[in-house]
């Protein structure tokens, strides 16, 4: 019932796992603590948890770390930005990638729960991240340049049935511009290439991203939480 993640996997550089299956906290007390021993953290989410699988979860060592909210987006009813002077670059087009000192600390993160996870440590996951969705996504995913200079990011990539995800958007480390102004011009670059539907999903604590979608019109669902559990360290 716990499979290993192998993308955090290989950024942490041991087994970290991740529970699909409520079912698991069904389990005795004794399979689930032995189900667990094989990895360094495992992380568990869901909706709606009744309160015995919260209790169960107590009682297995997991910790809240997370709220993230859900929302849906109608891309082209989102207001454009008045400003110009914006450039979009889809790298489909004109290929990039992203330095890990170009990308910001991101404070509104869950693994930062875990011991011994420094910043530098969740930006090298990014970096690792955005790189990837660079390459699966790359007429998806774009950057945006302002005076000669870029300024942020958008990636993100198709889902059959439900439109784009909006997967990650971040300003450059040193960008000059509004992030609310960044996620107009990028939105306005999605509609130009025929999506009308966005979703996704941001943590709770992220207030400025909250009101900047609330404020181009997103309708919110319900959220999911994030547990994890971490092994003592013997």
């Excluded at 299956?21 to 360094?40: G, H, K, M, N």
């Excluded at 990039?96 to 991101?106: K, L, S, T």
């Excluded at 011991?115 to 991240?129: C, D, H, Q």
């Amino acid at each position: 019932m716990i499979r290993q993640h192998e993308f955090n996997t290989n950024w942490f550089g041991r087994p970290v796992g991740i529970i699909d299956r409520v079912e698991f906290f069904s389990l005795p007390i004794t399979e689930r603590q032995a189900l667990l021993q094989d990895f360094a953290w495992v992380e568990f989410s869901a909706r709606d948890l009744s309160p015995e699988h919260r209790r169960s979860l107590m009682e297995t060592g997991f910790l809240f770390a997370d709220t993230q909210i859900h929302f849906r987006l109608a891309l082209s009813r989102v207001p454009k930005a008045n400003e110009r002077g914006f450039q979009v670059e889809f790298s489909d087009q004109n290929p990039f990638c992203i330095a890990p000192e170009e990308i910001p600390d991101f404070q509104h993160e869950r693994f930062r729960c875990v011991p011994g996870i420094t910043m530098e440590a969740l930006n090298r996951r990014y970096g690792l991240w955005v790189n990837h969705l660079i390459q699966e996504s790359p007429d998806r995913c774009l950057r945006i340049v302002h005076e000669g200079r870029v300024q942020g990011w958008f990636l993100s990539r198709r889902v059959h049935g439900k439109g784009l995800n909006l997967t990650l958007a971040f300003q450059h480390r040193r960008s000059s511009v509004s992030g609310l102004l960044l996620y107009q011009v990028a939105i306005e670059a999605y509609v130009s290439r025929g999506e009308a539907q966005g979703w996704a999903a941001f943590s709770v604590t992220n207030t400025p991203v909250l009101n900047m979608y609330a404020f181009l019109g997103a309708r919110f669902a319900a959220p999911t939480e994030h547990y994890l559990w971490i092994a003592r360290e013997k």
